[in-house]
Nanobody, 124 residues
Framework: QVQLVESGGGLVQAGGSLRLSCAASGHTFSDYVMGWFRQAPGKEREFVAAISWGRGDIYFADSVKGRFTISRDNAKNTVYLQMNSLKPEDTAVYYC?????????????????WGQGTQVTVSS
């Protein structure tokens, strides 16, 4: 059973930083994509960033380019989302997800496995 466990969320002031982690277990996929999405109250879940496990290709939403970075630790089956220069509009529940197709997609429906989410709140 595939499990994704996010951690690292919290409350931070605008301009601050947080690092989210997502540890994956229970799968034997050799090449896949791990992505981050977020959902603010009353809004649709939106794509944030993704990384392909085999090639290391990376893709970001325009709203976070230049502020967020994504990385992976193959040995730990963990993906990280480093969030810098945070803004109040970054406030949301952040979810990590796995897409088995190794070609990065920003479409929510292309991701098959999801974590429970971690809350990020940015105060002004």
């Amino acid at each position: 059973q595939v499990q994704l466990v996010e951690s690292g969320g919290g409350l931070v002031q605008a301009g601050g930083s947080l690092r989210l982690s997502c540890a994956a277990s229970g799968h034997t996929f050799s090449d896949y994509v791990m992505g981050w999405f977020r959902q603010a109250p009353g809004k649709e879940r939106e794509f944030v960033a993704a990384i392909s496990w085999g090639r290391g290709d990376i893709y970001f939403a325009d709203s976070v380019k230049g502020r967020f970075t994504i990385s992976r630790d193959n040995a730990k089956n963990t993906v990280y989302l480093q969030m810098n220069s945070l803004k109040p509009e970054d406030t949301a529940v952040y979810y990590c997800a796995i897409q088995r197709d190794p070609r990065i997609s920003a479409r929510r429906n292309d991701y098959e496995y999801w974590g429970q989410g971690t809350q990020v709140t940015v105060s002004s």
